[in-house]
Nanobody, 121 residues
Framework: VQLQASGGGLVQAGGSLRLSCAAS????????MGWYCQAPGKQRELVAS???????NYAASVKGRFTISRDNAKNTVYLQMNSLTPEDTGVYFC????????????????WGQGTLVTVSS
């Protein structure tokens, strides 16, 4: 099982980006999915998460600006980021709690490779 993130890039303050993260492999089901940000010199922090039924949770700093969503048929999670500020700069990682087959049924937290978001002032 792997997660492939995309959509990062360079954007000016006030702009928007949409991140995508698709899970692939011998997936049985996916529970919570989320996006984390690791800013330069800082620890990785939760940005937003979404349950399999669509319940969402956001960091206080992004509420009202970012929207997380998912397409369960495509095993994909999205992060729409609006009104970006330089403080949003960082590497964004997607994460999913996945049940999958690997010789036997297993369940684990899977991380994507990260996509860089740079917001210029």
């Amino acid at each position: 099982v792997q997660l492939q993130a995309s959509g990062g890039g360079l954007v000016q303050a006030g702009g928007s980006l949409r991140l995508s993260c698709a899970a692939s492999g011998s997936i049985v089901s996916i529970n919570d999915m989320g996006w984390y940000c690791q800013a330069p010199g800082k620890q990785r922090e939760l940005v937003a998460s979404i349950t399999s039924s669509g319940g969402t949770n956001y960091a206080a700093s992004v509420k009202g600006r970012f929207t997380i969503s998912r397409d369960n048929a495509k095993n994909t999670v999205y992060l729409q980021m609006n009104s970006l500020t330089p403080e949003d700069t960082g590497v964004y990682f997607c994460n999913a709690m996945v049940s999958y087959y690997s010789g036997r049924l297993q369940r684990g937290s899977i991380w994507g490779q990260g996509t860089l978001v740079t917001v210029s002032s």
